[in-house]
């Protein structure tokens, strides 16, 4: 059976086949040709495995993305409470924070730094 298509006046059989994932159809597999009564039951079989198969990678595709914006918005509050516990230490910690070292002939310098030693060899 086909319907009437202005687009496509030569197409003289069509089959249309679920796009299926998980139990769900997620589209349709269109498929026409220009002999009448081209599909038969093996053609139905055959192109419904591969419809399967299309709707299994759709899905999968829509999962990817998925799982790709969840972690892109977890990386950015990660980075957010990582700044914002920074800001919150250096704030309890007094304010600036300076280092000063020399070199003096391989010697191991430390610089005292309001509370917290550097030692640069």
Do not use: C
Not at 46 to 61: E, F, K, P, R, S
Not at 111 to 117: E, L, P
Request: aromatic residues 6%; without cysteine; glycine residues 8%.
């Amino acid at each position: 059976m086909r319907f009437d298509n202005p687009l496509l006046p030569s197409t003289r059989s069509e089959m249309a086949l679920p796009l299926r994932a998980a139990g769900h159809i997620v589209g349709a597999l269109d498929v026409q040709s220009m002999q009448a009564a081209a599909f038969d039951e093996s053609d139905v079989t055959a192109l419904q495995g591969m419809a399967d198969q299309i709707g299994i990678a759709l899905a999968n595709a829509r999962q990817f993305q998925q799982t790709q914006s969840a972690l892109n918005e977890l990386d950015e509050a990660n980075r957010l409470l990582v700044r914002q516990g920074w800001q919150e230490f250096l704030t309890a910690a007094g304010g600036e924070r300076r280092a000063e070292f020399s070199r003096q002939g391989g010697d191991v310098q430390t610089v005292d730094t309001s509370g917290y030693i550097l030692r640069v060899p």
